[in-house]
């Protein structure tokens, strides 16, 4: 079965300062990867999201993710971020060719900016 | 367009009581997922109904269930409420197409006491 690990449950990071923030996952197959933010009291909100081609992703708000298919990891980075950027932060993975139309989320990394 | 909205967006119950939560989705679009948001867990797969189809399953006891009707909009109801059910309970649209970016709604508290 898959499964996603967002290794960091918490991360606080100083306003400017660059953040990674890590998702593996597991899966035999070719997946699409996604990542989402969530704003306190509100729902999830696409960051960016990896089908296929080129492994550097471009997201919203200066977000990029990485793919990378030895490591079965899809880390977020961001080279300055703003406090904005306080949020929860959610990998998710989905297999396409399993015709289950289901997402696989990761448990979630809570991103601290700090003044 | 209008985004994914959900009513209520807070709800208080007491324990072996019942629930019903609402979701509208993004107009045109045929998917609906739900999921349960608690501390420490993320978000957990509950169900999806594709066209009034559930598509999907989680594994969830049988108090969860859901519908949906005809314009695509979605009920999930739970029974028998337990202190465990406290969580935020999340909807998400898609055309229901992969790899479709889920729209999520902002979500329903529910605070079993």
């Known amino acids: 079965a898959q499964s996603v690990t967002q290794l960091d449950s918490q991360v606080p990071v100083f306003e400017e300062a660059p953040v990674e923030l890590r998702c593996n996952y597991s899966?035999?197959?070719?997946?699409?990867l996604f990542w989402y933010v969530q704003y306190p009291n509100q729902g999830l909100q696409l960051l960016l999201k990896?089908?296929?081609?080129?492994?550097l992703v471009k997201g919203i708000n200066g977000f990029e993710a990485e793919f990378n298919k030895s490591q079965t990891s899809f880390h977020l980075r961001k080279p300055s971020v703003h406090i904005s950027d306080t949020a929860e932060y959610f990998c998710a993975v989905i297999n396409p060719t399993s015709g289950t139309y289901k997402y696989i989320f990761g448990t979630g990394t809570r991103l601290k900016v700090l003044a | 367009k209008a985004g994914v909205t959900q009513t209520p967006r807070y709800l208080i119950k007491t324990r072996g009581q019942q629930v019903t939560l609402s979701c509208s989705p993004i107009?045109?679009?045929?998917?609906v997922s739900w999921y349960q948001q608690t501390p420490g867990q993320g978000l957990q797969f509950l169900f999806e109904?594709?066209?009034?189809?559930?598509?999907n399953k989680g594994n969830f006891p049988g108090r969860f269930s859901g519908r949906q009707f005809s314009n695509s909009r979605s009920e999930m109801n739970v029974s028998t409420l337990e202190l465990g059910d406290s969580a935020l309970y999340l909807c998400?649209?898609?055309?229901?197409?992969?790899?479709?970016?889920?729209?999520f709604g902002p979500g329903t508290r529910l605070l079993v006491l």
């Open positions: 107009s045109g679009h045929r998917s």
């Open positions: 899966s035999s197959v070719s997946v699409y």
């Open positions: 998400a649209s898609t055309s229901g197409r992969v790899p479709e970016t889920q729209y």
């Open positions: 109904y594709f066209s009034e189809t559930q598509r």
């Open positions: 990896y089908l296929s081609g080129s492994t």
